[in-house]
C-alpha cells in the first residue's frame, strides 16, 4: 500500500498582485469579487520542429501572460484603474501571487493595462474586470547559454 501524501491546501484569501512602480494600483483580497485573480499564457513555452527522423527541440524564451483581476467596483481601488488607463496604460512589472503557497509567484515584465469593464449598472454585479498583459519569461537557460 502507498502511504497517503497531503494533499495540502488553497488559500483563496493570499491571492494578490504587486506592482514594482505603481503601489497604488497592488491588489489584495479585499478588493476582489468571488472571480479574484486569474493568468493564462499564450503559445507554448516549446516547439518540437520536425526533421526527416525525429525532432529539434526549440524553446521560447518568453510567452505572453493575460491577468484578468475582478475587483469590486463599489470600492476605489477600481476608479483607480479607470483613472490609470485614461493616463497611461503602461504598468511596467508586476507579480502575480497564486491561492497556494507551494507555488512560487509569477513575475511578469512589460505589463500594459489593456482593458476594464464595469459590467452592468443595474445594481446586481459588482465586479469592475481588469485585463494585464505582460511578458513571462520561460526557459532561463536560453539566456545563460547566449
Known sequence: MVAPVDQGNLNRLRGSVVFATLPALGVTTPFLS?????????????????????????????????????????????????????????????????DSEAMENWQLENCQLLSTAPGAFDGNNPTFTVRIQGIYYTNRDLWTAS
Open 34 to 98: 468571488k472571480e479574484a485573480i486569474s493568468i493564462a499564457f499564450e503559445g507554448d513555452a516549446g516547439h518540437l520542429l520536425p526533421t526527416l527522423t525525429g525532432g529539434v527541440g526549440s524553446p521560447e524564451p518568453y510567452q505572453i501572460a493575460t491577468v484578468e483581476i475582478h475587483l469590486l467596483k463599489t470600492q476605489a481601488l477600481a476608479n483607480a484603474y479607470k483613472n490609470q488607463i485614461e493616463t497611461n496604460n503602461r504598468l511596467g512589472s508586476i507579480n502575480v501571487i497564486g
